[in-house]
């Protein structure tokens, strides 16, 4: 890790790889059945926070995010005890953000309660869908009704930051089905809403269902949902900030907004990833080999990058694109010290097809359609910028070789 100048801020992510079942889609690292290792685990994490805090002495940690797998199946006596260590070895912000991630069969009032009186102030609720037979397709480990009951104990409990998850594009969904969980979560009144189109990833039972002919939603149909819940939840309320994400003012995800603004955080637990002190690394995605790497002094990196400037400055293109504050020429120019003529000019055709527009302050940003397509505009953006590097490179590394002596 590294140090920054008193005061910096910092964010925490815990991963939590335990579930009650895995569901089909999911390629997040987590194991099922493995409630045994817990409480080695609960071990290996609060050794590794002791040990990594005084790299970060100099830094307030502003957000902190139990995510998984399932925090609430790991269960709120250790996510309060991992919280207290948190408190104990960093300098934790009064009013920072601390969320947790739950599915509604293992959101009871009494442990919501227990958390939030622990510190606990945002929970992170895996709904998905208001259609039973959506959720059992998917082999989801609660139903529509268990969703209901754990908003209802979440409110009861006075957490008063309730974020859930929805997917669209599942196997069997319409727009009616959609729109119809849609307007359910709206009836639930929750702060956020994260809306997810479902992505097939390789490994999942989801791809071999998919591969031995089961058939989803196509892109056009997914398209529609999207943009259907953009207008939406605009009526609704709720502002778009970020792709899938959307929230009451005041009320986005300060965590998760970290990410997209390429703010320090460091995580801890297998497949967990770090972006400090300059540097990317990540964690083994081996529940065994993290416990024992922790407490056995065992191999623990998977990954490790310095990140060069020119690296970064693609990363704004593409994470700031993600986001509806978009990106900033003078921000370019002054951090990364490139050339935006060529970015500008690629998103002034973009403009005039629909997928861009630039705002009063003079911010570039992708439109709803935009969003739809954009990996492909971010990387064609990606590749003018690849292009405008070279250009200033090469010229000077050949008037370099030039200028030189010949060796006698």
């Not at 709803?368 to 064609?380: D, Y």
Request: glycine content about 10%; hydrophobic content about 35%; some cysteine.
């Amino acid at each position: 890790m590294g140090k920054g100048p008193r005061g910096d801020k910092l964010g925490i992510y815990i991963h939590i790889p335990f579930c009650r079942s895995k569901c089909d889609y999911c390629d997040f690292y987590s194991q099922a059945g493995r409630e045994d290792r817990m409480d080695d685990y609960q071990k290996a994490l609060l050794l590794h926070l002791k040990e990594s805090a005084l790299a970060a002495e100099s830094f307030c940690v502003d957000t902190i995010y139990f995510g998984g797998g399932t925090p609430s199946f790991y269960g709120e006596k250790r996510l309060k005890e991992l919280l207290a260590a948190i408190k104990k070895y960093y300098r934790v912000e009064k009013h920072g953000e601390v969320t947790f991630e739950a599915n509604p069969d293992s959101a009871s009032f009494q442990a919501l309660r227990a958390l939030r009186r622990a510190g606990f102030n945002r929970i992170s609720l895996g709904f998905q869908s208001a259609c039973p037979g959506e959720l059992e397709r998917i082999h989801r480990p609660h139903t529509a009704e268990q969703g209901d009951a754990a908003v209802a104990a979440a409110r009861k409990a006075k957490l008063k930051n309730l974020s859930l998850d929805l997917i669209y594009g599942l196997p069997g969904q319409t727009m009616d089905s959609w729109r119809n969980t849609v307007e359910h979560a709206l009836s639930l009144g929750p702060e956020h809403l994260s809306c997810y189109g479902l992505k097939v990833e390789e490994g999942t039972p989801l791809a071999a269902r998919t591969a031995a002919g089961e058939v989803l939603p196509d892109d056009d149909a997914q398209a529609d949902m999207y943009l259907w819940t953009v207008e939406r939840l605009a009526r609704a309320g709720y502002v778009q900030y970020e792709i899938s994400n959307f929230a009451k003012p005041g009320y986005e995800s300060r965590h998760n907004l970290r990410y997209w603004r390429m703010e320090p955080y460091v995580g801890f637990g297998p497949g967990a990833h770090s972006d400090f002190g300059g540097r990317r690394y990540s964690w083994i995605r081996d529940l065994e080999g993290y416990i024992q790497g922790v407490l056995e002094g065992g191999a623990l990196l998977d990954s490790e990058d310095l990140i060069p400037q020119d690296e970064r400055g693609s990363e704004y293109l593409m994470l700031g694109l993600r986001t509806t504050q978009g990106i900033e020429e003078w921000e370019y120019r002054g951090r990364y010290f490139m050339d935006f003529s060529p970015i500008e000019e690629r998103l002034a055709f973009f403009a005039a097809q629909g997928w861009a527009e630039r705002t009063e302050e003079g911010r570039w940003r992708l439109t709803p359609r935009g969003f739809l397509v954009s990996n492909q505009l971010i990387g064609e953006l990606m590749e003018r910028q690849e292009r405008a590097r070279l250009s200033e490179v090469l010229p000077r590394a050949r008037a370099r070789f030039q200028g030189r002596a010949p060796k006698k």
